[in-house]
């Protein structure tokens, strides 16, 4: 699909700068779980971190955001773009649970979950 392979690389800067916030903070990749999705109408990119780990929502907000502004240094429009949620969750199957796509939004999570 030719959605799905222009958005492989945006994925995966994504999920390398979420990465390398996490593991900054102590966090390996089986501690939290990445979701999103795409929507081509408007071009956003919505994703919710989650982390099973006692986290500071605020401060972790803040951490992947400036995390994706270095990752998108010389696409600034991207991170314009991407909407973020960080919630502590019970499990990391809450993550997925709670953030199903919209029927006309592709579902970035398995791309992510790649990268």
Same mark, same amino acid.
């Given at each position: 699909? #030719?959605?799905?392979? $222009? /958005? +492989?690389?945006i994925a995966r800067r994504i999920a390398t700068a979420v990465r390398s916030y996490a593991t900054s903070q102590g /966090? =390996?990749?089986? %501690? @939290? =779980?990445l979701a999103g999705t795409w929507d081509e109408r408007t071009g956003r990119i919505a994703l919710v971190f989650g *982390?099973? !780990? #006692?986290? &500071?929502?605020?401060?972790? @907000? #803040?951490?992947?955001? !400036? *995390?994706? +502004?270095? #990752?998108? =240094? &010389?696409?600034? *429009?991207?991170?314009?773009?991407?909407? /973020?949620?960080?919630? *502590?969750? +019970? $499990?990391?199957? %809450?993550? @997925?649970? !709670?953030?199903?796509?919209?029927?006309?939004?592709? &579902?970035?999570? %398995?791309?992510?979950? !790649? $990268?």
């Open positions: 699909m #030719a959605i799905t392979t $222009s /958005l +492989r690389p /966090l =390996a990749d089986g %501690d @939290y =779980a *982390s099973d !780990r #006692a986290i &500071d929502e605020k401060q972790w @907000y #803040a951490g992947i955001l !400036r *995390s994706l +502004r270095q #990752a998108f =240094a &010389d696409q600034p *429009s991207v991170v314009m773009h991407i909407g /973020l949620v960080v919630e *502590s969750v +019970r $499990s990391l199957d %809450d993550v @997925y649970l !709670r953030f199903p796509p919209v029927c006309d939004e592709e &579902d970035l999570t %398995d791309l992510l979950e !790649r $990268s």
